[in-house]
């Protein structure tokens, strides 16, 4: 396969590179005291909170374990704990 | 009837800009290049030019502005000096990398520190590496020109890069010149409207300037090199077109003044090659066979042209007017990288030049004539190169 000229490419390429394995803590989601308020989805910078039917979960697959959505979380319903591997 | 006034350099560039239609324009104000961007701010408040003026927070956001432009299919342009200019050095390497054929105006003028704003070319030598193709010009007419052909240059594609045209501050931004304008029409049928193969589509995504592992980073870099060094037939077709249209021949990638017989050459860039070319008439009426080689196109390096100018000649000196602190001026070790291992090739001396506004007159060419002369006749190796009417009693 050539290469191409700048590098451009179509786009969304990145979901082909599953990143969550560089995570060291993961954030779970404690569905009883989540508001649903969706500011974990707004603030991930990796678009791996999904709001799913009434509730919102992350994709671990792109996770890569920032710890913004607990730190943002006005219902401290986030909460990071170690990766065991 | 051709259209031909007296303007100060930088109206001459921003008329060259606005002939070439461009979509967006992003600049920030920095001595000597503040004429220029003023001018055509001018122009588009006053609907003399319909453009997107971006004003923009720093020169950063400026490359950065006519970089995304570029990638949504805009011609872009930008225009700095200095300081500015290298704010925008990490952009611009980016620019280069994502193959965004924009056009920069690099308006020369010395780097802090201490603060000087007068010329000399350690700026846009420093962006030697990004991957800008820079052009030197000599005179506001020629910078007219080789703005329009720059934009060509640009966005040809087997090419698309940014073509920065460098041009010396206040010396050519600052003057009144007699220069001549095409008429639009001519100038639309030699630029025809900027239609790249890829440009930002929110129904077609994708994405520029993509991750590279080492596996396949250097032939991303290698694609440049070979755009650039392969590009050079296609910038002297661009240059001889520039000729066609508008009758004045500088030469293509080098302007070879009386290098014929010439023993000595000389080698500059910009507007100091004017001073050279005078210095030659009179040292030429005096016997002494000496003549100009005029670098035009600096990146890609003219090795070609080099060659065949300075066959037959027994030495070269090369004006700098910069210099990488530790080693020697730019042109210098381009000219000689080239010349390195060619049998009887000519020596090649340089001297470091002008930095600062410092004058290089023409008692300061004929100094170097002799000097060069005097180094060749005594057999030894060429020296270090020598910073010219340097005042050692004043360095600590």
């Given amino acids: 396969m050539k290469i191409t000229p700048g590098a451009v490419v179509k786009g969304g390429t990145s979901l082909n590179y599953k990143?969550?394995?560089?995570?060291?803590?993961?954030p779970e989601i404690d569905a009883e005291s989540c508001k649903q308020c969706g500011i974990c989805q707004e603030v991930c910078p990796d678009d791996a909170v999904r709001q799913v039917a009434d509730r919102y979960e992350i994709d671990y697959d792109f996770c890569k374990g920032c710890g913004i959505c607990a730190h943002e979380c006005t219902a401290e319903a986030i909460r990071m704990k170690n990766e065991e591997k | 009837?051709?259209?031909?006034?007296?303007?100060?350099?930088?109206?001459?560039?921003?008329?060259?800009?606005?002939?070439?239609?461009?979509h967006v324009i992003a600049a920030y104000p920095i001595s000597p290049q503040t004429?220029?961007?003023?001018?055509?701010a001018r122009m588009v408040a006053d609907g003399d030019l319909k453009a997107e003026y971006v004003r923009v927070e720093s020169e950063f956001s400026a490359a950065s502005v006519v970089s995304g432009a570029s990638a949504a299919g805009s011609r872009s342009y930008t225009a700095s000096a200095s300081q500015g200019l290298l704010l925008m050095t990490e952009v611009l390497y980016a620019s280069a990398g994502m193959r965004l054929p924009f056009v920069?105006?690099?308006?020369?003028?010395?780097?802090?520190?201490?603060?000087?704003?007068?010329v000399d070319h350690q700026d846009t030598i420093s962006l030697r590496d990004t991957g800008v193709i820079q052009l030197y010009v000599e005179s506001a007419q020629e910078a007219y020109d080789m703005h329009l052909a720059a934009f060509k240059i640009a966005e040809a594609p087997s090419i698309m890069l940014p073509v920065m045209v460098c041009m010396d501050g206040w010396v050519l931004t600052h003057s009144y010149e007699r220069v001549?304008?095409?008429?639009?029409?001519?100038?639309?049928?030699?630029?025809p409207l900027f239609r790249p193969e890829n440009y930002l589509d929110t129904a077609n995504p994708k994405t520029w300037g993509s991750y590279a592992e080492g596996d396949v980073l250097m032939e991303f870099k290698y694609a440049i090199h070979k755009a650039m060094s392969e590009g050079k037939s296609c910038i002297r077709k661009i240059m001889a077109e520039m000729t066609s249209l508008t009758g004045r021949d500088y030469g293509g990638l080098v302007e070879a003044y009386r290098t014929g017989d010439a023993e000595v050459i000389l080698v500059a860039m910009g507007s100091m090659a004017g001073t050279v070319k005078d210095a030659v008439d009179v040292l030429r009426q005096e016997g002494k066979k000496v003549g100009l080689l005029r670098i035009r196109c600096y990146r890609p390096f003219p090795y070609e042209e080099l060659l065949a100018a300075v066959r037959g000649a027994k030495v070269v000196a090369v004006l700098d007017a910069n210099v990488s602190m530790g080693s020697e001026g730019a042109v210098g070790l381009d000219v000689k990288s080239r010349l390195n291992g060619r049998p009887g090739g000519p020596m090649v001396?340089?001297?470091?030049?002008?930095l600062g506004g410092r004058e290089v007159n023409s008692t300061t060419v004929r100094a170097v004539v002799d000097r060069a002369e005097r180094l060749f006749s005594s057999g030894a190796p060429p020296p270090e190169a020598e910073w010219l009417d340097l005042n050692p009693a004043i360095v600590p």
């Fill in chain 2, 104 to 118: 920069i105006t690099g308006v020369n003028r010395s780097i802090s520190a201490p603060i000087n704003i007068q």
């Fill in chain 2, 1 to 22: 009837m051709a259209d031909v006034r007296v303007v100060e350099g930088s109206e001459a560039v921003a008329l060259a800009v606005k002939a070439c239609r461009p």
């Fill in chain 1, 19 to 26: 990143t969550g394995n560089w995570r060291d803590q993961r």
């Fill in chain 2, 180 to 191: 001549e304008f095409l008429d639009q029409k001519a100038v639309d049928r030699f630029l």
């Fill in chain 2, 35 to 40: 004429h220029i961007v003023e001018a055509l």
């Fill in chain 2, 349 to 354: 001396i340089d001297f470091i030049a002008g």
